[in-house]
């Protein structure tokens, strides 16, 4: 399976690999390039989801469980010379190893059949690591999808795929439905829509004491430098801010999504009859 001689950047398989560095290759492909060890072992977990490998031929040892792992999934695996890997991956120093993958999103109906407890929905949110950081925060979470909604950024851009730390490969995403259609499709499957908002009405500490977060929720997150639009949080059922102690402006994006989406998580983990504040064992 392997190739006899390492690939170089003039390769055929090397230059078709290349050209999903560009959104559209991509899209037109529905393939994109996953780099680094880890996201190409979540890859590999994923069935059908890698196309082929390009490692490094200077040290054929150091993946040798991603190797293992390839034969058995029988997926091409081709050493690569340095320069032919440099040229697949936008990072100052490669990390040895990329996979092309199968383009992952879903469509909104696949994630609201059954009916998930929590899902993350961000609008127009233009920076590829924070939406990458969105994935990884929901996964850690356990929402059960995250909705790139409007005008946001390619969840497969590299920047993108890495900030996710695998988690792309276990969170279904959902891409490019304006923010209207998914509340109104959540809200249709039975979902209360919660809006992340400075200036919230409902403090988050009191809406986790109060019930609001039990119910399962759809947290809309904004663009990072002007959050939500009065048209968009006048669509959710309840604005709520994540309280400042200190002096700080604000959190940023990522973090406020992991704050939120814990709070619902932990909430709609209580046990009836117990306390928010209340210690209870993991499940």
Not at 47 to 52: A, L
Not at 256 to 277: D, I, K, M, N
Request: hydrophobic share 45%; with cysteine.
């Amino acid at each position: 399976m392997a190739s006899q001689q390492p690939m170089t950047a003039r390769s055929v398989r090397v230059k078709a690999a290349r050209k999903l560095t560009r959104r559209a290759s991509r899209t037109s492909a529905r393939m994109f390039l996953a780099e680094g060890p880890q996201a190409v072992r979540e890859a590999l977990g994923v069935t059908g989801c890698v196309v082929e490998i390009f490692a490094s031929s200077d040290d054929q040892d150091r993946h040798r469980d991603l190797h293992a792992a390839a034969r058995t999934a029988e997926v091409p695996w081709h050493p690569t010379d340095p320069d032919g890997l440099a040229t697949l991956t936008d990072t100052v120093s490669s990390q040895g190893v990329v996979a092309v993958c199968r383009f992952l999103d879903v469509p909104l109906e696949d994630v609201l059949t059954p009916q998930p407890r929590l899902l993350a929905v961000c609008v127009d949110v233009r920076d590829p690591g924070n939406a990458g950081s969105v994935i990884r925060c929901a996964d850690a979470a356990g929402a059960a999808a995250v909705v790139l909604a409007g005008a946001s950024v390619d969840p497969y851009n590299g920047k993108a795929v890495r900030a996710s730390a695998g988690s792309l490969f276990h969170v279904p995403v959902v891409f490019g439905p304006t923010v209207e259609d998914v509340v109104r499709r959540v809200r249709r499957a039975g979902l209360r829509v919660l809006a992340a908002d400075g200036a919230g009405d409902e403090d988050l500490i009191r809406a986790a004491e109060d019930g609001t977060l039990t119910a399962p929720s759809a947290w809309l997150f904004g663009n990072e430098a002007h959050g939500l639009s009065a048209a968009d949080t006048a669509l959710a059922d309840n604005v709520v801010r994540v309280p400042i102690y200190g002096r700080a402006e604000s959190l940023n994006l990522a973090a406020a999504v992991a704050v939120c989406l814990y709070a619902s998580a932990r909430a709609q983990r209580t046990p009836p009859g117990r306390s928010f504040g209340t210690f209870y064992p993991r499940r």
